[in-house]
């Protein structure tokens, strides 16, 4: 869209979907000094290069100032690090000349209050009218289902609807759902445990069957809920907060063609949401549905959302879990202005690197791994594009899977498997850690 309509020359991609055949020479110097009219980037990209200490991470910082800086789903800032990126967008305003967009349909509560004195300040909304246009916008109508679920009721409700998308918390819930369906060409699954170029073969056939009204049943994990276009009659949405129950709202009659509106359902399933930020969520969420029970995804539900959210984990030091702005003002107001670059830069990481790269048997990827594997030599061209045939796991599932003999260690180092049990990646649900591991007979001698 943007090359479209800006021309081709004026955009610079730098993110790890570019495809590395589409980069050339001239296109690679651009991305490590972002030497282009416009950069499209991630969050993750441009906030960890903002606390990076490494001089091939910074080099591109000195074309941030004086630019417009957009930052798409502002919704989804980390809130374990929401009060230093704040003081860094703070910093570029202030001191480098550069003006901030925050765009979401879910605004997050981050102006400055007498109950949250760190945030922004002098900020206007670009909209004449918000609740005109939430008016406006109003495409569906939302019910919160009371009592709780099993896995086998909400797949019961699933199978009633011709075409229908389901939203839940975790990837064990999203396949036990599923495969409660029973086999059809129009169930679908989509979690992160298929990889990318699977996930976007997969969404090519839902958005084919949606457009010809055929039958399609969908159920996720939140990926969807951001950056996805489709567009259901019907959608349910297991409990979360306020923000994921409105992106999931917007996979609804999401082209408003329907006149009596879509459908979205609340539901709480029989197991809770794992402890951590989505179990936080999904409890704040709770209290802003029996709040607001009138509307759950008005404005002022929004803003209660987050402020009773942002509260709590302030209160908890929860918005910055590394005490990331102590370490850099207890170290600008010392003498010698020792500031920490290098613990600051590993302390700010977004996406925690608690996971191991698997390369799954999905088209090009199993022979592009086997072909490292033989060589030897990290290809850095291969590996970019390995990275669409990835899959993430965490630590104890990566050490199952070695001792059951179902993956190989590419390098030798750690750094990359690739699953060589082809029988545990299914072609409609991804890796299936669940089900028994038939391990090797060799891996059974110490």
């Known amino acids: 869209m943007f090359r479209q309509a800006l021309g081709e020359q004026a955009i610079l991609e730098h993110h790890s979907g570019v495809d590395p055949e589409d980069v050339g020479f001239k296109n690679k110097l651009a991305s490590e000094n972002w030497d282009a009219p416009i950069v499209v ?32 789903e502002a919704q989804m800032l980390s809130p374990d690090y929401l009060m230093p990126t704040l003081e860094a967008l703070k910093e570029l305003v202030n001191g480098y000349g550069c003006t ?3 765009c979401t349909a879910t605004q997050p509560a981050l102006l400055k209050t007498d109950d949250f004195a760190d945030g922004v300040e002098n900020v206007r909304e670009i909209i004449k009218n918000p609740r005109q246009l939430y008016e406006q916008f109003r495409r569906v109508a939302v019910e919160v289902a009371a009592g709780r679920f099993s896995m086998q009721d909400i797949s019961e ?4 609807h011709r075409q229908v998308l ?20 129009g169930n679908f699954h989509l979690s992160t445990f298929m990889c990318a170029e699977h996930r976007s073969s997969t969404l090519q056939l839902i958005r084919e069957r949606l457009a010809q009204g055929q039958e399609c049943r969908v159920v996720s994990t939140q990926l969807i809920e951001a950056g996805v276009d489709v567009d259901f009659p019907v959608v349910y949405r297991a409990e979360a907060g306020i923000d994921s129950i409105a992106q999931a709202a917007g996979r609804c009659n999401r082209e408003g063609k329907m006149t009596e509106g879509g459908k979205v359902m609340v539901f709480q399933l029989e197991t809770r949401p794992p402890v951590g930020l989505l179990k936080q969520s999904a409890d704040e969420g709770q209290k802003t549905i029996r709040k607001h029970n009138d509307d759950i995804l008005s404005l002022d539900a929004v803003t209660d959302y987050f402020k ?36 600051v830069s590993r302390a700010y990481c977004i996406i925690e690197n608690n996971t191991t790269s698997v390369v799954v048997p999905w088209a090009a990827g199993e022979q592009m791994a ?66 028994s591991l038939s391990y090797e007979t060799t891996a059974l001698f110490v």
């Open 100 to 102: 901030v967009v925050l």
């Open 370 to 435: 086997r072909d490292l594997a033989e060589s030897g030599v990290a290809d850095r061209f291969i590996l970019r594009k390995l990275q669409r045939y990835v899959v993430q796991v965490r630590q104890e599932i990566r050490d199952e899977l070695i001792l059951a003999g179902c993956i190989e260690d590419i390098f030798g180092d750690g750094t990359l498997f690739r699953l060589i049990n082809k029988n545990i990646y299914d072609d409609k649900i991804g890796l299936n850690t669940e089900q």
């Open 308 to 343: 009773s959210f942002y509260w709590k984990r302030r209160n908890a030091n929860g918005l910055d879990k590394k005490n990331i702005v102590k370490q850099l003002a207890s170290g600008a107001a010392s003498q010698s202005v020792n500031i920490p670059f290098r613990d």
């Open 166 to 185: 389901c939203i839940v918390n975790r990837r064990k819930d999203a396949m036990e759902i599923y495969q409660a369906l029973g086999e059809s060409d």
């Open 41 to 72: 980037t991630t969050n993750v990209q441009l906030f960890e290069s903002l606390f990076a200490s490494k001089t091939s991470s910074c080099r591109k910082l000195h074309n941030v100032a004086n630019s417009v800086i957009i930052v798409d």
């Open 157 to 160: 409700r699933i199978c009633g």
